[in-house]
């Protein structure tokens, strides 16, 4: 099950078919684009609510200087990591509640859940390498 970010409304993957073509059922938006996709709180609620895939999550603002250094490096991880990893992207500067709900302190952080439970986190820039390993050492081996 996966969460449309465009939409809302969620999807059942067949497991015969590749994730990496399948569309949502009710817009037609393509569910995994191997790039991060900016969601507003309610998407990623529901993203933690319904979404089986683990969902790694960045929160940043466009003024913060890391935040900005590491947006290559995050677009590279999502090419990688999907559609085994659903890749986020969350300005705390205009979900503000949902910052706080997520207990954000610094940015850039990067949260990953997991059925709705928050495997791990971590702030500061890292490298695209980094940003991998780090989501697989934390995964079960059949999700990295």
């Not at 969460?3 to 009710?26: D, E, F, M, Y």
């Not at 705390?92 to 928050?118: H, K, Y």
């Not at 490298?127 to 059949?142: D, F, K, Q, Y």
């Amino acid at each position: 099950m996966i969460v449309c970010n465009q939409c809302g409304s969620v999807n059942r993957l067949p497991p015969v078919r590749s994730a990496t073509s399948a569309k949502c059922g009710k817009c037609g938006g393509i569910l995994f684009k191997a790039r991060p996709q900016d969601v507003d709180g309610a998407i990623l609620r529901r993203h933690m609510e319904r979404t089986t895939f683990p969902v790694l999550v960045d929160v940043w603002t466009p003024w913060c200087g890391p935040c900005q250094i590491m947006t290559p490096a995050y677009e590279a991880a999502a090419r990688e990591l999907e559609p085994d990893v659903v890749l986020l992207k969350l300005n705390s500067d205009v979900e503000q509640s949902a910052s706080t709900e997520l207990g954000i302190r610094s940015i850039p952080t990067m949260v990953l859940f997991c059925g709705g439970r928050e495997l791990g986190r971590v702030s500061g820039a890292m490298s695209a390498g980094r940003i991998i390993r780090w989501v697989r050492e934390r995964l079960p081996t059949a999700a990295a």
